[in-house]
């Protein structure tokens, strides 16, 4: 981590995360189930300008904590150039998620959970807070939303 350093403006890491948000195509999700058993899992996503879509498995761990507990962690980066994303989810049956949301899925990751064989389910997840940071001297001003309204 770095420890000296000019930190970005708050402006320039908003920035930063949104172009991030458009260019990554994973993301790392944390879950937990009603015991607190956390589930750490890498999915594909993609981010429609006010929440990010994923698509797993209904019944599996992180399918059934996000559809049951109804809130997730989304990591990116390394320790050198963080992004969290904590959200409030809401779960669509792949007969019941909005178009535009699974085809702009299918056209960023070139699959379509609509047509797989296995029944999957999509997440939208929006977000609730969103933190940023490279290095020490980012730490103090790193929350870039809280309440689901970006800082300014």
Request: glycine share 8%; aromatic share 10%.
């Amino acid at each position: 981590m770095t420890i000296n350093g000019t930190p970005r403006t708050l402006e320039q890491r908003r920035q930063d995360v949104r172009d991030r948000l458009e260019r990554e195509r994973d993301v790392w999700v944390a879950t937990a189930d009603a015991d607190g058993l956390p589930c750490l899992v890498a999915l594909w996503f993609v981010w429609e300008g006010e929440a990010l879509w994923l698509a797993t498995r209904p019944a599996n761990p992180t399918g059934r904590n996000l559809r049951h507990g109804r809130r997730a962690r989304l990591a990116f980066g390394d320790t050198e150039d963080v992004v969290l994303v904590d959200g409030d989810v809401e779960t669509f049956g792949a007969a019941d998620v909005p178009e535009a949301a699974a085809d702009a899925f299918r056209t960023k990751t070139g699959w379509d959970p609509r047509t797989d064989r296995a029944v999957y389910a999509y997440f939208r997840v929006r977000p609730r807070a969103v933190q940023a940071w490279r290095g020490v001297p980012e730490l103090p001003g790193r929350h870039l939303m809280r309440d689901g309204v970006w800082a300014s």
